[in-house]
């Protein structure tokens, strides 16, 4: 007599990229903000005219 075990329900390929996510509040870390922040001064200091 054969043992036949049934197979479980497939699982969600995308729920562990998901889980992996960082979840919570939607809003930058402090380094995006840093990068955010360095790249307006640049931005504004090309657009001053040179220093005599």
Do not use: C, W, Y
Request: hydrophobic letters at 35%.
């Amino acid at each position: 007599m054969k043992l036949i075990v049934p197979s479980t329900k497939p699982r969600n390929p995308f729920a562990p990229a998901a889980s992996r996510r960082r979840a919570g509040a939607h809003r930058a870390d402090s380094g995006a903000l840093r990068q955010q922040a360095q790249r307006r001064l640049r931005r504004e200091l090309a657009t001053l005219p040179p220093s005599p």
